[in-house]
Nanobody
């Protein structure tokens, strides 16, 4: 049984940094493409970043390019989202997700497994 557990969320002032972690159990993280999504109150879940399973390429939504970095540590079976220069509009519940096929990594239906989410709050 595959499980994803996020951690690292919290409250931070604008301009600060957080690092989110997503640890995979039940299978190796390298067998998945991994994505990060976020959902703010009253809004739909949106794509943030992804790490390709095969190529190791990374993808980001425009609003986080240059500020967020997604990475993978195979030895720890964990994927990370380093978030720098945080803004109040980054406030949301952040979810990691695992995709085992060849779907579009920017879309929620492509993913097969989801974590429970971790809250990130950025104060102004």
């Amino acid at each position: 049984q595959v499980q994803l557990v996020e951690s690292g969320g919290g409250l931070v002032q604008a301009g600060g940094s957080l690092r989110l972690s997503c640890t995979v159990s039940g299978r190796t993280v390298s067998s998945f493409a991994m994505g990060w999504f976020r959902q703010a109150p009253g809004k739909e879940r949106e794509f943030v970043a992804a790490f390709s399973r095969v190529t190791g390429n990374t993808y980001y939504t425009d609003s986080v390019k240059g500020r967020f970095t997604v990475s993978r540590d195979n030895a720890k079976n964990t994927v990370y989202l380093q978030m720098n220069s945080l803004k109040p509009e980054d406030t949301a519940v952040y979810y990691c997700a695992a995709e085992q096929g060849n779907g579009r990594l920017t879309t929620t239906p492509a993913y097969d497994y989801w974590g429970q989410g971790t809250q990130v709050t950025v104060s102004s």
